[in-house]
């Protein structure tokens, strides 16, 4: 009887230290200044959905840092300012025609 004791008593520690960490709260990053990675330097993002958009992607978005010399990842996907254009597919689109441009009306006057 006193070794099912134990195993249930050592049993709800384990349980009680493990639900201790999944309730820990994590760090929070985005409340932070945004960092954008470029030419080798970084620089200050702005403010999501104003300045910039993380798009879907594999890669770092942006960075914060915690004493200006590491940079640390904080959001990921690819970096795009505001005056990008997100496709939601991912796939280009075809133009219904071409661009009537100098070039274009020479050509199709032939």
């Known amino acids: 009887m006193k070794k099912i004791k ?6 709800a520690v384990v349980l009680s230290v493990c639900g201790a960490f999944a309730t820990r709260p994590h760090f929070d990053c985005s409340n932070m200044t945004q960092y954008y990675f470029s030419g080798g330097v970084y620089f200050a993002a702005g403010v999501e ?3 910039y958009n993380c798009d879907q992607g594999n890669g770092a978005c942006t960075y914060y840092t915690l ?3 590491n ?3 904080c959001q990921t996907g690819t970096y795009c300012t505001s005056n990008c254009f997100v496709r939601p597919d991912g796939k280009p689109i075809k133009p219904l025609k071409p661009a009537a441009t100098p070039v274009n009306t020479q050509n199709n006057a032939k």
């Open 6 to 11: 134990w195993s249930i008593l050592s049993l």
């Open 71 to 73: 940079y640390y990842t």
């Open 49 to 51: 959905g104003e300045n």
């Open 67 to 69: 004493n200006n010399i």
